[in-house]
C-alpha cells in the first residue's frame, strides 16, 4: 500500500471513528465460527469478552461491525457501517451469532440505550520486515506501518475497547497483538494486561 492510500484509509478510519459519536446502542451481537461442539461457545470471562469474529452493534441509525481486517497490515481493527453479516459467508455451517446472552449483557448494561460520545483508536508502528527467500536472501527493505489494534467506544458512564488480539490461554493475562479475532474489553485494568499503557487510552469517562 503507497503513502497515499494508506493516508487515505486513515482518513477514512477517523472519520468512520467521528461519526459513531450520537449513535443510541440498542443491541450487541458476538460472531464466531460454526460451533460443531456440543456445549456453547466460551466467550464470556468476566471483565472481557472474546468475539472471535467481530461485534455487531445495533444503534438507531443503523449497524455497526467492529471486526478485524487487512486494510492496514494483515490484522487490524475496522470499523464498518453494515451488519457483519455482509463481512462473511454464511451457510448451514457458516459463522454464527454465539453471544451475548443475558448474563454477559450484564457488562453492557449501562451502555445500552445510552449514546456513544466518542470513539478514539490506538495505532501502533509496526516494524516489518525486511523480506526473505527460501536461501536466507533479502527480496526488500524493511518498513514500519500505523495499525489500528483497539478502539475505546465512550458511553456516558463508561468505556468499551476493543481490541483485535487473540488471548493467550489458559490464563489470557496477555494477548497476541494485533489479530485475527476481536476481544471485548470492560476495564483499564485489563487493557494494561494486554500491554496497553497509554493513560489517555485507558480513561474513563469522569
Not at 470471562?45 to 468475539?51: C, K, S
Not at 475496522?78 to 448451514?92: D, M, T, Y
Not at 445510552?114 to 527480496?139: F, K, M, N, Q, Y
Amino acid at each position: 500500500m503507497g503513502t497515499d492510500d494508506v493516508d487515505g484509509a486513515r482518513g477514512r478510519f477517523e472519520s468512520a471513528l467521528r461519526a459513531l459519536s450520537g449513535r443510541r446502542l440498542a443491541t450487541v451481537d458476538y460472531w464466531d465460527v460454526h460451533n460443531f461442539g456440543p456445549e456453547p461457545a466460551l466467550w464470556n470471562y468476566g471483565d472481557w469478552h472474546h468475539a472471535i469474529m467481530g461485534v455487531e452493534l445495533g444503534t438507531g441509525l443503523g449497524p455497526v461491525t467492529v471486526t478485524w481486517t487487512d486494510t492496514f497490515y494483515p490484522y487490524g481493527v475496522e470499523v464498518l457501517f453494515e451488519p457483519i453479516e455482509h463481512r462473511l459467508a454464511l451457510g448451514n455451517e457458516g459463522p454464527e451469532r454465539v453471544g451475548p446472552d443475558c448474563e454477559g449483557m450484564r457488562a453492557w448494561a449501562s451502555c445500552l440505550g445510552s449514546p456513544i460520545r466518542h470513539a478514539e483508536c490506538h495505532w501502533e508502528r509496526l516494524r516489518i520486515g525486511p523480506g526473505r527467500r527460501a536461501d536466507g536472501s533479502v527480496t526488500g527493505p524493511a518498513y514500519s506501518i500505523d495499525v489500528p489494534v483497539a478502539v475505546r467506544l465512550d458511553f456516558p458512564t463508561t468505556a468499551v475497547w476493543l481490541v483485535a488480539g487473540t488471548p493467550q490461554f489458559p490464563d489470557a493475562r496477555g494477548a497476541f497483538i494485533p489479530a485475527d479475532e476481536i476481544m471485548v474489553v470492560f476495564s483499564p485494568e485489563k487493557m494494561r494486561d494486554l500491554g496497553f499503557e497509554d493513560t489517555t487510552f485507558l480513561r474513563t469517562p469522569d
